[in-house]
Antibody, heavy 119, light 108 residues
Framework: EVQLVESGGGLIQPGGSLRLSCAAS????????MTWVRQAPGRGLQWVSL???????HYADSVKGRFTVSRDTSTNTLYLEMNSLSAEDTAVYYC?????????????WGQGTLVTVSS | DIQMTQSPSSVSASVGDRVTITCRAS??????LAWYQQKPGKAPKLLIY???SLQSGVPSRFSGSGSGTDFTLTISSLQPEDSATYYC??????????FGQGTRLEIK
């Protein structure tokens, strides 16, 4: 069974850093395109980042240069390193897996982890 | 960036009704469109991809249609468990995908 479990969210001061983790089971992270999507409280969904099966990374303009996506094949875990955080980054962050053979659509999502940026 | 606009923003319907939600793209996305269902406090769930392909395990009362800039999600016979917010998403500009603002569906 495919499962994605995020962790690492919490309350962080503006300008701070946080690393989110996403532990995957039931499949191999490095075999798939993996996506981070966020959702600000009461708002819609926003794409954040993608790492391809080949390891190429892509970012939304709003986080480029501040966020870094990576993966650890030994632990089958996806990460999102977030720096220079601001209030606009406050959101639930979802780790997700793209549909097999058709990248761009997301078929499995984690439960989300809340990041709150506030002083 | 391609903007996705959904209408209506909210809709209320009765069990058994046929419900239609529309999504319009600011430029053509061909058939690169998906629909998701999100219930409060939960992650989104993929319903439809490639505009009209039903995701495995999704009830057949859900269907999608359209291409280019105009798309439709139809629920043929509304069930109580369909109360949720629905989002469209374009994948034409993959990896930079964008979502609509959402349509809240309430059961009367």
């Amino acid at each position: 069974e495919v499962q994605l479990v995020e962790s690492g969210g919490g309350l962080i001061q503006p300008g701070g850093s946080l690393r989110l983790s996403c532990a995957a089971s039931g499949f191999i992270v490095s075999d798939h395109y993996m996506t981070w999507v966020r959702q600000a409280p009461g708002r819609g969904l926003q794409w954040v980042s993608l790492i391809t099966s080949g390891g190429r990374t892509h970012y939304a303009d709003s986080v480029k240069g501040r966020f870094t996506v990576s993966r650890d094949t030994s632990t089958n875990t996806l990460y999102l390193e977030m720096n220079s955080l601001s209030a606009e980054d406050t959101a639930v962050y979802y780790c997700a897996r793209d549909l097999e053979n058709i990248a761009g659509y997301i078929d499995y999502w984690g439960q989300g982890t809340l990041v709150t940026v506030s002083s | 960036d391609i903007q996705m606009t959904q209408s209506p923003s909210s809709v209320s319907a009765s069990v058994g009704d046929r419900v239609t939600i529309t999504c319009r793209a600011s430029q053509s996305v061909s058939s690169w469109l998906a629909w998701y269902q999100q219930k409060p406090g939960k992650a989104p769930k993929l319903l439809i991809y490639a505009a009209s392909s039903l995701q495995s395990g999704v009830p057949s009362r859900f269907s999608g249609s359209g291409s280019g800039t105009d798309f439709t999600l139809t629920i043929s016979s509304l069930q109580p468990e369909d109360s949720a917010t629905y989002y469209c998403q374009q994948a034409y500009t993959f990896p930079s995908i964008t979502f609509g603002q959402g349509t809240r569906l309430e059961i009367k």
